[in-house]
């Protein structure tokens, strides 16, 4: 099994979304991508969203924009302890040499430093958590 560290490189591929650094978040079930203008649409007769993404940190000029089917719609409570109700799409992920399907929900990050956090359902049976470490799977290239 391979090792990550407390944060890592991704890429969103799907989503044009090449290098972002992700949060590697034991604490959190799901995964979370910063999303801001969200807007849902009909697609060949399937629900859509398309959204702009922040991907660096800091840096709010730096747009990404984004479509995705919507593969769900459900309540999410934060860390705070709010309960919000987030759009979540399904797209391929890359860490490291890995390619694999990740569930996102879309929330606006855009006062956190990690633009994406990776919960425990994605990493289940994938990977070992490495506190102390940093990406294990590489810098950005």
Known sequence: ????????????????????????????????LHAFSV????????????????????????VVWCEAPVTDVREVTDSGGHT?????ITTDIVI?????????SLTSRDTMLFRMLLGREAMKGRYLVNPEMSYCQGKKA
């Not at 090449?18 to 949060?23: E, G, I």
């Not at 490291?96 to 996102?104: I, M, Q």
Request: net charge negative; charged share 35%.
């Open 1 to 32: 099994m391979e090792t990550l560290g407390w944060r890592e490189w991704v890429s969103l591929p799907e989503l044009g979304i090449t290098a972002l650094k992700c949060k590697v978040d034991t604490g959190a079930r799901s995964s979370a």
């Open 39 to 62: 807007a849902e649409f009909d697609k060949e007769g399937q629900r859509w969203v398309r959204f702009g993404m922040h991907p660096y940190q800091r840096n709010e000029e730096e």
């Open 84 to 88: 919000t109700e987030r759009y979540f």
């Open 96 to 104: 490291g040499e890995d390619r694999f399907p990740v569930s996102l």
